[in-house]
């Protein structure tokens, strides 16, 4: 088991930047697949941002291409998500979440979560 404890969350303003920061113990995450997660009140959790283990693969969703980059410092254990031109409906708890050997892709098997940090953006 790897564990997971986010960080770099804030209240924001619209067009404004924040890096989240994914500290991992117990392993080390070169071999894992890292994702990034969301969740706004009443709304589903949905994913953001994923990178494969071997860090040949990322993936995006629509709503934040171009705007967020996913990467990882293997010599931090560290996974960070750099997010740009933030909007308000980037508000939401973000979650990190990790796999071993993982793919990457959003629906593959995440078997190890964070607590999750806030973000809120305000117009």
């Known amino acids: 088991q790897v564990q997971l404890v986010e960080s770099g969350g804030g209240s924001v303003q619209a067009g404004d930047s924040l890096r989240l920061s994914c500290a991992a113990s117990g392993r080390t995450l070169s071999r894992y697949a890292m994702g990034w997660f969301r969740q706004a009140p009443g709304k589903e959790r949905e994913s953001v941002a994923a990178i494969s283990w071997n860090v040949i693969n990322t993936y995006y969703a629509d709503s934040v291409r171009g705007r967020f980059t996913i990467s990882r410092d293997n010599a931090k254990n560290t996974g960070y998500l750099q997010m740009n031109s933030l909007k308000p409906d980037d508000t939401a708890v973000y979650y990190c979440?990790?796999?071993?050997?993982?793919?990457?892709?959003?629906?593959?098997?995440?078997?190890?979560w964070g607590q999750g940090t806030q973000v809120t953006v305000s117009s």
């Open positions: 979440a990790a796999e071993y050997l993982g793919s990457g892709t959003f629906y593959s098997k995440w078997s190890n």
